[in-house]
């Protein structure tokens, strides 16, 4: 009988070591780490009390969830610099952005889209003689709206 090798085989599942971070207030930078990607709908409960009691789940306020960056801490001051214009008084502080997923190739292939996005902290690892390991540089920012878009 004849071995037939079957058509090319694509991998639907994403790998999320390559990703990139842009924001619309011109500071694109490459991050370790990126949590956060999230929604949560809070829960109302509704409960009749008429000849059976009975308790009823509605949706409520959407949450979104603090995108938490991490990275080595580079010459890069640009994340610092804009929590400290938030400190010192900036009005207009707020921008959109997006996480970008990219395959081993560097085609993109997925994106996270958030709006009203603002660093809450900012953060440096602590200063130890007894190490030698890389500091790290750790962001909060908070969002007002996330979507997927692919």
């Known amino acids: 009988m004849p071995v037939t090798t079957p058509g090319p085989v694509q991998d639907a599942e994403y790998i999320g070591s390559w990703f ?3 924001l619309d207030n011109m500071i694109e930078s490459f991050w370790q780490d990126i949590g956060g990607l999230g ?3 809070e829960v109302i409960e509704i409960t009749d009390s008429t ?4 308790t009823r789940k509605r949706p409520g306020t959407t949450k979104y969830q603090e995108l938490s960056l991490k990275r080595t801490l580079s010459p890069d001051k640009k ?3 804009w929590a400290k214009s938030i400190r010192d008084g900036k009005k207009d502080f707020r921008t959109k952005g ?3 997923l990219f395959d081993i190739a560097g085609t ?4 996270w889209t958030f709006e009203n996005a603002w ?3 900012w953060s440096a690892s602590d200063l130890d003689v007894g190490t030698d390991d890389p500091m790290q540089e750790e962001v909060t920012l908070q ?5 997927r878009e692919s």
């Open 98 to 100: 997006a996480v970008v």
């Open 143 to 147: 969002v007002e709206l996330l979507k």
């Open 119 to 121: 660093p809450s902290k």
């Open 20 to 22: 990139t971070l842009e």
């Open 79 to 81: 994340m610092w610099e």
């Open 51 to 54: 000849k059976d009691t009975l």
């Open 108 to 111: 993109e292939i997925g994106r």
């Open 39 to 41: 929604i949560e709908v």
